[in-house]
C-alpha cells in the first residue's frame, strides 16, 4: 500500500503541487538500513505503518528530531481497521506519538480516512482522543457494480447439507479465469487461502472430473497466487506487481489484501463466506471495479447459521449502516504495555497527563511499575530502568507477543524460513503431526519447540490436512451485573477459559473423509477474559422436561450396566477402540455408538434396545471425552451456544473467531444449571461481552427466527448444527429453549 501511495505522491508534486523538491519516502520493516539515516535527515513526507512507528520510529525519537520539530499533518488511513486489540494498541501508539511530538514543541493535526463503518466520527475521536469533523461526500467516479448473495443449492434437504462454499468458489473463480477476468478469492482464515490455492493451481486433481467442474483450467502457479499474513514480505509485493501488471490473474487472499492496495481494476471479487461485518464485505467487494469498469462482487454463503440468515434476509445486508467499531485505549493490559513504552521514550513527569487517563489512574499505574522494579521515581519524574526494549515484545495485533518461526529444510539440506505464525495460533496450526500449507505447498510438522519458539518442518505431499481438536473449561472470577430475563438468567463479568489441544483430525482431500484422530500431549492455555452468559432457569428447565424436550440429565442406563461393561470391555480386549490404548490404572469407559436416548419412544427408554453389545464400544477417557462433546453439540443446549456464537458477530463488529462459546448442562460456576458462555478471545475482553448482556433479548429473538425458519428436519450446519451419522439433532430442543426464553 505505501508503494502505491509513494507513487501517487511523486504524481502529485510535479503534476498538481509542483513541488519536485518535496522529498518523500518509505520508512517500514523492508526499506535497507543503509537507507534510513538519508531518510530520517531529508525526507518530509514519510509513509509507514503502526509497527514501524511503534518498534522503529518512536523509540528511537532523538534520531527523528528535526522531523518531529517540525511535523505538521498526521494522516491515518483505513482507519476503520483500527478496531479492537489491533485499534486499542494504535491508539495508545498515537499517544505516544503525540507526546513525543510535544516534546520537540509539534502540535501536528490528524487527518484520517476511512471506508464506510456506522461510527467514523466517534472512532477518530476514540483513536487521537480530539474533536474531528466528518467529510462524508463521496465525489469519486464509479462504473456499474453488482453484488450477488449466492446461497449453494441443497444437497440433502433432511441434514439441510447444502454445496461446499468454498468448491463452489473455486468453480467460480475458474470460470473468471478461463474467461480471463482478474478476479480476487477473499477467504476467511489463512487454511481456507491454502486450500483454495492447492485446487486452482491443480496439484490436487484426482477425484475432480468434468462433472465437477472444478478444473477447467490447465493452471500455472505463476497466474494464481495465495496472498496473507505469515508470507514474507518480497512475497507479497511480488504479487501486488503481479496483479499491477496483469501477470497474476487470480489471487486468493484473507483480509490482508482488503486494504487499501493499489492492484488495478480487478473485474470480479469472490468472497468466501460472509466476512464477519457489512463494512468488510463492503471492503472486500470494493477491491473489484476500482475505475469506471463494470465489475461484479459474489458472496458465496456458507453453511454457517449467520450467512444463511443474511442469504434469507438479504435486506438486512443491504439495508443495515455498517456495524460500529469497538476500541478501549484504557484495556488495563494494553495501557500497561505502552505505558512501559512511553517511560522508556521519555521520562514522565509527576502530573502528567496521557491520552484521557485521570491522573489519579496514571500515577496508580506508574506506581504499579516502580513497584515492579521497572520504574524509578526520584526529583517527582518517572524514569524506565530496566535493561530490556519493550516494544520489542508488544505485538499490536495479538495478546501473544511471541511468533513462532516456521523452518523448512531446503533441497540444499540447509534450514530455510517460510514464515511465522503468532503465539495464539500455535498450538492449533502447527502442533506435531500437523499439515502446515503456504503457498499450496503442505509441510509437515516433525517438532514444536515451546521453548525457542521455532517449529521444524519438511515439505510433503500427502493426500489429507488436518484439523486440530481443542476442548475449554470456565471458571468464573467475577460477576459484573446480573438480570433476570425471559425463561433464564443474563450475566457477564470476568472468567478464566483453560483450553487444550487435545488431538487432531485428518481430513482427506475433495471427499472431507475422516481418516482418524491422533492424541496431543501440549500444555493447556489459560485466558483470563470477560464473558456473557445465560442460564436456565429451573422453572424453564421443568417445562422442558414435561414436554420431553430436554436430553442433558444423567442417563439410566439399569441395574445390569455394569455387567454389560466388563463384557464389552473384556470383548475389545481392554483396548480403546479409536485409538488403540490400552486401559492402566483407570478402566476405560464404554459408550453407545447410536445415543442412550435416541431409543426413548412416548417417555418410555428402551434401555435393552439401546444396551445391545453391538451398539457399545470402548473407549478411553481422551476419546470418549471427544465423541461426548459431538454427542452434547447435538443436545438442544449445544444447539443453543451453536445458533448464538454464529449470530452474535452480526450484532458486533467483529469475527465468529473474536469470539469462544461453551455450553454446560451441569455448570458448577451457577450452581449446576445449564449454561451457555460467550466469552472474548482477547485478555481481558474488548467490550463484547457486555454488548452481549445489553442486546440479549434481540439476540435470542434473531435466534429463534434462525432456527425456526431454516427447513431441515432436525439441525444442519445452518441452525443448531448438523444432526450427526448416528445421533438425532438437536433442533426440536433447540426451539422448544428458545420458545421460552423468548414468549
Known amino acids: 500500500m505505501r508503494k502505491d501511495q509513494l507513487t501517487t505522491l511523486e504524481s502529485l508534486k510535479v503534476s498538481t503541487f509542483q513541488l519536485s523538491n518535496l522529498q518523500t519516502a518509505i520508512y517500514d520493516g523492508d526499506t ?57 494498541h ?32 466517534e472512532l477518530a475521536e476514540k483513536l487521537i482522543e480530539e474533536e ?11 462504473g456499474e457494480r453488482h453484488f450477488i448473495i449466492y446461497n449453494p443449492p441443497v444437497t440433502d434437504a433432511a441434514l439441510g447439507l447444502r454445496k461446499s462454499a468454498l468448491l463452489e468458489s473455486v468453480r467460480l473463480a475458474n470460470h473468471l479465469l478461463a474467461r480471463d477476468i482478474q478476479s480476487v478469492v477473499f477467504a476467511r482464515t489463512r487454511r481456507s487461502v491454502e486450500i483454495i490455492l492447492t485446487y486452482l493451481q491443480g496439484t490436487r486433481d484426482q477425484g475432480l472430473g468434468a462433472a465437477t467442474d472444478y478444473s477447467l483450467v490447465p493452471s500455472s502457479s505463476s497466474r494464481i497466487r495465495g496472498y496473507r499474513s505469515g508470507y514474507l514480505p518480497h512475497q507479497r509485493r511480488e504479487i501486488e506487481q503481479g496483479l499491477r501488471d496483469g501477470s497474476v490473474k487470480t489471487v486468493v487472499a484473507t483480509n490482508a489484501l482488503e486494504l487499501g492496495i493499489d492492484i488495478g481494476g480487478l473485474g470480479a471479487a469472490i468472497l468466501v463466506g460472509y466476512p464477519g461485518t457489512i463494512a468488510s464485505a463492503r471492503q472486500q467487494s470494493g477491491r473489484a471495479g476500482r475505475g469506471d469498469d463494470p465489475a461484479v462482487s459474489v458472496l458465496v454463503a456458507s453453511p454457517n447459521p449467520l450467512d444463511q440468515f443474511l442469504a434469507h434476509h438479504p435486506e438486512y445486508f443491504f439495508g443495515s449502516s455498517p456495524e460500529m467499531a469497538l476500541v478501549n485505549p484504557n484495556h488495563l493490559l494494553i495501557l500497561l504495555e505502552h505505558l512501559r513504552c512511553a517511560l522508556f521514550e521519555l521520562p514522565f513527569q509527576k502530573g502528567e497527563g496521557f491520552g484521557s487517563i485521570s491522573d489519579e489512574l496514571l500515577d496508580e499505574y506508574l506506581e504499579f511499575l516502580v513497584a515492579n522494579q521497572e520504574s524509578h521515581f526520584s526529583n517527582e519524574k518517572y524514569y524506565w530502568m530496566k535493561d530490556a526494549y519493550p516494544a ?18 531446503a533441497d540444499d539440506g540447509r534450514p530455510t524460513t517460510i514464515g511465522t505464525v503468532d503465539g495464539e495460533s500455535a498450538m492449533w496450526m502447527i502442533h506435531p503431526g500437523a499439515v502446515y500449507m503456504h503457498e499450496a505447498q503442505q509441510y509437515f510438522v516433525q517438532e514444536l519447540d515451546l521453548e525457542n519458539h521455532v517449529a521444524q518442518l519438511v515439505p510433503v505431499g500427502l493426500d489429507y490436512y488436518t484439523e486440530a481438536q481443542r476442548r475449554s473449561e470456565i471458571q468464573v472470577l467475577s460477576v459484573n451485573e446480573t438480570s433476570a ?35 496431543l500431549d501440549l500444555p493447556p492455555s489459560e485466558l483470563q477474559t470477560t464473558g456473557y452468559w445465560l442460564t436456565l432457569s429451573e422453572e424453564t428447565l421443568s417445562h422442558l422436561r414435561d414436554a420431553g424436550v430436554w436430553s442433558n440429565d444423567p442417563n439410566d442406563y439399569g441395574p445390569e450396566w455394569q455387567k454389560i461393561r466388563v463384557a464389552v470391555r473384556k470383548r475389545d480386549q481392554f483396548k480403546c477402540q479409536v485409538c488403540g490404548a490400552a486401559e492402566t490404572i483407570r478402566e476405560h469407559d464404554v459408550h453407545h455408538k447410536m445415543p442412550f436416548r ?31 462433546q459431538n454427542v452434547r453439540i447435538r443436545s438442544g443446549l449445544g444447539g443453543l451456544g451453536f445458533v448464538l456464537g454464529n449470530l452474535a458477530p452480526l450484532f458486533l463488529m467483529c469475527d465468529p473467531r473474536d469470539l469462544g462459546t461453551f455450553t454446560e448442562p451441569a455448570w458448577s460456576a451457577v450452581g449446576g444449571l445449564p449454561s451457555v458462555v460467550l466469552y472474548d478471545l482477547i ?29 431441515c428436519e432436525d439441525g444442519c450446519p445452518s441452525c443448531v448444527g ?22
Open 90 to 121: 494504535v491508539a495508545n501508539v498515537i499517544r505516544r506519538l503525540k507526546r513525543v511530538a510535544n516534546f520537540y514543541g509539534a502540535k501536528p493535526q490528524f487527518i484520517l480516512a476511512s471506508a464506510t463503518i456506522g461510527n467514523p466520527k
Open 722 to 743: 448438523p444432526g450427526g451419522e448416528n445421533g438425532v439433532g438437536g433442533k426440536k430442543e433447540t426451539l422448544a429453549i428458545l420458545e421460552q426464553i423468548t414468549k
Open 598 to 628: 435416541a431409543f426413548i419412544q412416548d417417555g418410555v427408554i428402551n434401555r435393552e434396545q439401546a444396551n445391545r453389545l453391538e451398539n457399545l464400544t470402548t473407549l478411553c477417557p481422551s476419546c470418549h471425552h471427544k465423541v461426548e
Open 392 to 409: 520489542a515484545n508488544i505485538s499490536l495485533r495479538s495478546a501473544s507477543p511471541q511468533s513462532y518461526v516456521l523452518q523448512a529444510t
Open 683 to 711: 485478555p481481558a475482553g474488548i467490550g463484547f461481552s457486555q454488548k452481549l448482556f445489553e442486546i440479549h433479548d434481540e439476540l435470542m429473538q434473531r435466534a429463534f427466527e434462525l432456527v425456526s425458519q431454516c427447513e
Open 485 to 519: 430475563a425471559r425463561g433464564c438468567e443474563k450475566s457477564y463479568g470476568e472468567i478464566q477459559v483453560t483450553t487444550q489441544v487435545a488431538g487432531f483430525r485428518k481430513i482427506r482431500w475433495f471427499t472431507y473423509e475422516n481418516l482418524g484422530q491422533e492424541p
Open 132 to 142: 474531528v469533523e466528518l467529510i462524508d461526500n463521496d465525489g469519486s467516479s464509479r
Open 32 to 88: 535497507p538500513q543503509a537507507n534510513r539515516p538519508s531518510i530520517r535527515k531529508n525526507a518530509r513526507i514519510i509513509l509507514s505503518n503502526p509497527d514501524m512507528l511503534h518498534t522503529g520510529i518512536l523509540p528511537h525519537h532523538s534520531n527523528w528530531a528535526d522531523f518531529f520539530s517540525n511535523l505538521k499533518f498526521i494522516v491515518i488511513d483505513e482507519a476503520h481497521t483500527y478496531r479492537g486489540v489491533f485499534g486499542s
